[in-house]
Structures are given as structure tokens and as C-alpha cells.
């Protein structure tokens, strides 16, 4: 029997969990969970043999010596740690989870030595009956600090007005366990990314996820990301994509975050929420590719209102962080800008021409002039962006004369 004592939070019980099975079966041995009193919940929604004993625990965290000298291998009777820092090198497993392709599951398959592939097993859901118009908060996460507790305040206030029933995790004395069941009977739950979050969503819990994370850019002092996002990003603890929404919280603009929240796809119910995994492509983009999709998105966001803003949020925020980690440059930001106002006319265009000439499935040939010399205006801008970046590929046309 191997003791594998864990270290982490809510989020690492949970995934060396979801691993048991795959762990026993990949090494053949048999094997017991050894976890803090307020987890054992968790190892219990998987069926996964454990044991409480805080006080190993403890004990563990504080014993520098023994991190650094402690032969932490398979051995039956003996404990095994279940944690980076006890794989006797400078080096610690958990910087990886800090790389885009690179997830916290990734981390504990490789701690566990389990095949990579290996998929994590689904916990038990509470058995209860979902709320309509609940939503629960949890503003406060361990592993993740609470820098603007305000907006949180914000946040609930608005969404009673919008005729939610607003339930707060802070102060309410709930167990881990009681909040499972909480989150399971709610329609919708909001907090940062952390480990319960990142359970209600690789978990498949019924209601809609919405994460909003503290924006702590430049400081690296509480994760080894210099970034909020993309650690911040839900596929950063199973390397799945979920139907959930992302917001930074940033020192400005939280009023106006609290009301884009209240008002976006989860708030409005745009469509029926899925809990399982989304299909979503990872797939190399040139330059000028991906800042003319970022110029369409910054013009529709702009542009539009209600439901059809909502819809493309999440989209729109992702390429923002995306673009300025690349940190193009003064010229590409001006060519940058350039394809923002091309779009914008293009925009225009489609808006007041084209509709009305639709209707009987012809286009003007002002129209299409018009189109046409946009278009071309956008591929060269698009070639010249490119260029600059010396990206290995660029869009290339039949036509304007090549």
C-alpha cells in the first residue's frame, strides 16, 4: 500500500483524484489518498480510498530538510508526496503549468508517472435539484489573491437588481462539501480562477461558470506567470476548453466589468449551458492573420450591443491578452490600427448598402466596388504586417493583378 500524501489545495486533491484509478492501474500497486480534514470530500465524490492525518500534512510543508533530502519514490508502507518540490532538483515541476500547452493534470501525470494521455476520471455530482436564478460568488480563493474585494460587492448588487438570487461564499460558514451542493443546485456560479472553479467546470457540475481573476501582470509575486492570462485561462488545469467566460478584474473599470458580467451570455441566458468539454482548434496564425481577426472582433465589440456583444466577449478578450503578450511594436500597432479603421468602414458599408440590396439577392455595383477596394486595402496591410513580423507565411490571392 502506497500513502500519497497531498500537499496542495482544493485543486491538486482533486486532480490526483481524478487520477487514482489510472495510477493504480499504470503501477499495479494499491494504493490510499492522504489528505487535510476539509478535502476529504473530494476523494469521496470519486469512490477514492483515504485517510485524514492534517497533522502529516503539516508537518511536511515546514520540513525544509526533508523536502530537499527525502527519496521520494513507490514504496509500499512509505509515504509518497504527492508534489514538485519533492523531486530532489532545483527545478520545479509546477513552472511548467506556466507554458500555453502545459496544464496542472500534465503536471501530476508526470509527478504520478502515468501515461500522458491518460484522461481524468469524473466525480459524483451532489444529487440535487437545480435553482433557476441562483447564483453563487466566491470571491476568495487560496491560491489566488482577492485584490479588489469591492467589485465583488459591486458584482452582487447588480445582480440582484437583474433579479438574481445572490448567494456569497464569504462569511457563510459553508464546508467544502456544503458548497458542492451549493454550486450544484445554483444556475450560475462566478469566482477566480481556483480549485473549486476549475472542479465545477472539469467536473461537469450543471450550472454556468464564470471566472473572474484578479489582474496581477508584471508582479509574478503569487504565481510564476509574470501574466494573469493564460494561467488564468480554465484550460490551464486539464488542457480542456469549457463553455465558461473569462474577465480580468482589473484597478480600473470594475464597475463597468460588474455590468458586462451581469450583461453577458451567462447573465442573459443566451443559449442553453453545456458542461461538457468544447471543441475549440489550437493552429499556427500569421501576424497579419490573427491582428485582422483582432481588428474585426475590436470593431464588433465596439459596435455592437446586448446579446450580439455578449456572444463574441470571450473571443474579443482572448486575443487582446494574446496580442499584448506579443508586444508587436510601435509599426505594427499603427498597421494595427489602420486594419481597425478599414474594418470599421467595411462595417459600415455592409450596414448601410449591401441590406437593402440583398433582399433580392443582387448587389450594387457601387457595393461591390467598394468591397472590392477595401478588401484589396486589407490584404496588403495584412502582407505588410507579415513582412515586418517575417512570419514563414502569408495570405496569398488569385487575383488584384498577382
Given at each position: ?12 486533491v ?19 489518498l ?5 478535502y ?67 503536471m ?12 481524468l ?90 471566472l ?16 494573469t ?28 466589468l ?37 481588428a ?104 488584384y493583378?498577382?
Amino acid at each position: 500500500m502506497i500513502n500519497i500524501v497531498i500537499l496542495g489545495g482544493t485543486g491538486d486533491v482533486y486532480l490526483l483524484s481524478a487520477l487514482f484509478e489510472v495510477f493504480r492501474q499504470t503501477h499495479n500497486r494499491d494504493a490510499v489518498l492522504v489528505v487535510r480534514e476539509r478535502y476529504r470530500c473530494i476523494p469521496e465524490m470519486f469512490g477514492v480510498p483515504c485517510v485524514v492525518d492534517d497533522g502529516v500534512i503539516n508537518n511536511a510543508e515546514v520540513d525544509i530538510a526533508m523536502q530537499r533530502d527525502y527519496d521520494n519514490t513507490f514504496i509500499d508502507g512509505r509515504n509518497f508526496y504527492a508534489h514538485p518540490s519533492f523531486l530532489r532538483t532545483q527545478v520545479r515541476v509546477d513552472h511548467l503549468t506556466t507554458k500555453p500547452d502545459v496544464s496542472q493534470a500534465d503536471m501530476y501525470k508526470a509527478i504520478l508517472r502515468v501515461p500522458w494521455g491518460a484522461t481524468l476520471a469524473l466525480p459524483k455530482i451532489p444529487e440535487v435539484e437545480q435553482k433557476p436564478g441562483k447564483v453563487v460568488l466566491i470571491p476568495d480563493a487560496r491560491s489566488w489573491p482577492n485584490l479588489y474585494p469591492g467589485f465583488w460587492g459591486t458584482l452582487a448588487t447588480k445582480l440582484s437588481y437583474a433579479g438574481w438570487n445572490v448567494q456569497n461564499n464569504n462569511g457563510s460558514g459553508w464546508s467544502l462539501k456544503q458548497l458542492f451542493a451549493h454550486c450544484a443546485e445554483a444556475e450560475w456560479v462566478i469566482g477566480p480562477q481556483c480549485g473549486v472553479m476549475s472542479i465545477l467546470v472539469t467536473g461537469r457540475f450543471p450550472c454556468r461558470k464564470t471566472l473572474a481573476s484578479c489582474n496581477i501582470d508584471g508582479s509574478g509575486t503569487f504565481i510564476f506567470s509574470t501574466h494573469t492570462f493564460p494561467y488564468a485561462y480554465v484550460t490551464k488545469f486539464s488542457n480542456h476548453d469549457y463553455d465558461v467566460e473569462e474577465f480580468k478584474i482589473c484597478a480600473d473599470g470594475q464597475v463597468e466589468l460588474a455590468d458586462t458580467i451581469v450583461s453577458g451570455q451567462n447573465g442573459l441566458r443566451l443559449w442553453p449551458h453545456d458542461p461538457g468539454p468544447a471543441c475549440t482548434i489550437n493552429v499556427s496564425l500569421s501576424p497579419g492573420d490573427f491582428l485582422d481577426r483582432l481588428a474585426v472582433l475590436t470593431v464588433k465589440h465596439a459596435r455592437f450591443t446586448g446579446a450580439k456583444r455578449a456572444a463574441i466577449e470571450r473571443d474579443y478578450q482572448r486575443h487582446r491578452e494574446l496580442r499584448a503578450r506579443a508586444n508587436f511594436g510601435p509599426h505594427i500597432d499603427k498597421l494595427f490600427d489602420r486594419l481597425v479603421r478599414l474594418h470599421a468602414e467595411t462595417f459600415d458599408l455592409l450596414e448601410t448598402m449591401v441590406p437593402g440590396a440583398m433582399a433580392d439577392d443582387t448587389i450594387t455595383p457601387e457595393a461591390h466596388v467598394a468591397a472590392v477596394k477595401l478588401n484589396k486595402v486589407r490584404v496588403s496591410l495584412k502582407r505588410e504586417i507579415d513582412g515586418v513580423c517575417r512570419s514563414p507565411f502569408t495570405e496569398q490571392k488569385s487575383y488584384y493583378g498577382e
